[in-house]
C-alpha cells in the first residue's frame, strides 16, 4: 500500500472570550512560540504538507503569523459566522477540493498532542479495508464537559456524544473525545453534507459525522492518548498549565540530551532551545527563544538568556543577563549582574561583574574590570564600542561609544573613556589624587565642637 497524502485541518475560528485578550487565543504564546506554532510544527514531523487554518473573520494576526511556517503549506480560510465545527470543517472544502489523502482535523487550542500519538492515529485510518473515521479519545480524570465516546462491542465508534446532549448513563462513559479526528478524505465532505443542526446548542457538531458514517455502512473507531496531550486552552489558567507540559517536555528532552539541570523544574526553555553535550543549568535560569548553547557550558543559578549564543566551555551567571544578539566565545565569562546585549565576547574573554556592555566587541582575552558600562546609546542613536585583545579595563570605566581600544591597552580605574585608546597605551581620566595628612582628624574634632555648641 502506497503511502497516502495527509492534509490538515485547524479549527481556530473560535472567539476565545474566556482569555479576556486582544490577542488571538491561538497566538498566546508557549514556550516562546504562538500555540498554533507547536501544533503545526508536531504536523510536519507526521509528513502533513499542507494545513488549512479556520479562522474567524478579521484573525489577519493568525494568518500573517502562520502563513510562513517552514515545511508546510498553509492556506488561511475564514468561516464566519461560527454555526459549530463540522460547519468549520466545511470552510476548508474548497481548498481541498483537489487533495486526494487522509484529513487530520485538529484544534488551535490544543498544542499538547504528540506526533506520536497522531501517528498511530493515521495508522489507523491508513490500514487497507480500515475505518474511514477515526476519533484520538482519552480519559480524563474529570469528564467535564467533553463529548463522550460510544463504542460498540467488536472496538468500534457507533457515536459520539456531547455532553449537553447526553443522557445520564451516556455522561458515566469515562473514553472522551479529544477533538481530534482523522477522516478518509474521500467521504469527508459527503459525510459532513448530511450533519445538521437539531442539537441543544443547535450547532453543526463534526462529532456527527461518526453516526453520519456508520448509516453509510462506513466503519468508525477510536485511538486513544494521554489525558495530558489533549488539554485545551480557554483560560489564562490553562495556558500556565500547558506552558507547565510544554516545560516538562522540554527539560526532559534536554535532559535526555545530556544536559544536567540541579532543579528542573526551575529552569525554563524556549521550543528552539540548542544545547550542546555535558551542559549544566543551575536553578532560576530562564532561556527565551533564539538561544544557543555549546558543550561544556555551566549556566549558573538565576540568569536569564534570550536570542543569545554561548560557545563551548563559556561559564555564565550567576544572575547574568544575555539579551538578543549577545554571543559569547569559547571559554569566555560572564560573571554576575553582568548584562550583554548585541555584541560578541571573544574567547577567554572576561566581563566578571556588575558590568553592561551593549553594541560592542570585547576581544579575545580581555579583562572587563567591576562596574564597566558601555554608554553606547546618546538618546538618539546607538554606536559601537571596539575593545581589543587582551585589552584590560579599569573597575567603574565609563566607555563613551564610538570608542576603540586597542589591543593589550590599560584603561586606568573610575576613567571616562571618550577618545581612542592605542595599542598598549595606558589611559587615565580621572583627577590627580591629593593628600593632606591628618585633615580627617581635624576635620572631626571641629564638627564634634559645632555640634556640641549647638545642643549647649
Ligand atoms: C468539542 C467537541 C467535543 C470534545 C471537545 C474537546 C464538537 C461538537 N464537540 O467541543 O466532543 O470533547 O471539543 O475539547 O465538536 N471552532 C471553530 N468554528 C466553530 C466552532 C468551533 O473553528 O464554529 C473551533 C474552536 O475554535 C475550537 C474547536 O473548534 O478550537 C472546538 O470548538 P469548541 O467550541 O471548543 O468545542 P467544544 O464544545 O469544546
Ligand atoms: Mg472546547
Keep these: 500500500m502506497g503511502k497516502r497524502q495527509i492534509a490538515a485541518v485547524v479549527l481556530a475560528a473560535g472567539k476565545g472570550t474566556r482569555m479576556r485578550s486582544g490577542v488571538p487565543k491561538v ?33 489577519d494576526q493568525v494568518s500573517s503569523s502562520v502563513e510562513a511556517t517552514p515545511g508546510i503549506e498553509i492556506e488561511c480560510v475564514v468561516q464566519e459566522p461560527q454555526l459549530g465545527t463540522a460547519h468549520a470543517v ?17 484544534c488551535g487550542d490544543a498544542p499538547l498532542v504528540r506526533e506520536k500519538t497522531l501517528k498511530s492515529l493515521l495508522a489507523a485510518c491508513n490500514r487497507s479495508s480500515g475505518p474511514s473515521v477515526v476519533v484520538l479519545g482519552f480519559r480524563p480524570q474529570d469528564t467535564a464537559e467533553y463529548g463522550r465516546l460510544l463504542v460498540t462491542e467488536d472496538g468500534g465508534l457507533s457515536a459520539i456524544r456531547e455532553h449537553k446532549d447526553a ?6 462513559i469515562g473514553l472522551c473525545n479529544s477533538g481530534i479526528v482523522a477522516v478518509d478524505g474521500a467521504c469527508l465532505f459527503t459525510l459532513l453534507d448530511q450533519i445538521g443542526n437539531d442539537n441543544l446548542k443547535n450547532e453543526y457538531y463534526l462529532t456527527d459525522i461518526v453516526e453520519a458514517a ?13 489525558p495530558e496531550e489533549m488539554l485545551g486552552v480557554n483560560s489564562r489558567a490553562q495556558l500556565a498549565e500547558a506552558e507547565a507540559v510544554i516545560q516538562n517536555r522540554l527539560r526532559q528532552a ?49 540568569s536569564h538568556l534570550e536570542g543569545a549564543t554561548v560557545e563551548d566551555g563559556a561559564i555564565v551567571g550567576p544572575f547574568a543577563r544575555l539579551r538578543p544578539d549577545a554571543q559569547v566565545g569559547v571559554n569566555a565569562r560572564i560573571g554576575n549582574f553582568v548584562e550583554v546585549k548585541k555584541s560578541v565576547i571573544e574567547p577567554g574573554a572576561k566581563v ?27 538618546g538618539f ?55 593632606l595628612k591628618g585633615w580627617a582628624a581635624r576635620f572631626r574634632e571641629r564638627k564634634a565642637r559645632e555640634k556640641s555648641e549647638k545642643r549647649g
Design 352 to 378: 566578571n561583574h556588575l558590568t553592561y556592555i551593549g553594541d560592542a566587541r570585547v576581544g579575545a582575552g580581555a579583562n572587563v574590570g567591576a562596574g564597566t558600562i558601555i554608554c553606547n546609546y546618546d
Design 254 to 302: 534536554a535532559m535526555d540530551g545530556g544536559v544536567t539541570m540541579t532543579d528542573p523544574e526551575t529552569v525554563y526553555l524556549s521550543v528552539d532551545t540548542v544545547f550542546g553535550t555535558d551542559v549544566s543549568v543551575e536553578p532560576g535560569v530562564f532561556i527565551g527563544p533564539g538561544v544557543a548553547i555549546g558543550s561544556n557550558v555551566v549556566l549558573r543559578a538565576y
Design 381 to 435: 542613536l546607538k554606536y559601537h564600542t571596539d575593545i581589543g585583545a587582551g585589552a584590560f579595563i579599569g573597575s567603574n570605566t565609563a566607555l563613551v561609544a564610538p570608542v576603540k581600544v586597542g589591543d593589550g591597552a590599560i584603561v586606568g580605574a573610575g576613567s571616562v573613556i571618550t577618545g581612542d585608546v592605542e595599542a598598549d597605551e595606558l589611559a587615565v581620566t580621572r583627577a590627580p589624587q591629593k593628600g
Design 167 to 172: 443522557t445520564d448513563d451516556e455522561r458515566k
Design 90 to 106: 466545511q470552510s476548508a472544502r474548497a481548498a481541498l477540493a483537489d487533495f486526494d489523502g487522509d484529513v487530520l482535523v485538529l
Design 214 to 226: 456508520r448509516s453509510e455502512g462506513l466503519r468508525c473507531e477510536v485511538v486513544e492518548g494521554e
Design 27 to 59: 497566538l498566546h504564546p508557549l514556550a516562546g512560540q504562538p500555540m498554533i506554532a507547536h501544533l503545526l510544527h508536531t504536523l510536519t514531523g507526521l509528513g502533513v504538507t499542507r494545513a488549512i487554518v479556520v479562522v474567524g473573520a478579521g484573525e
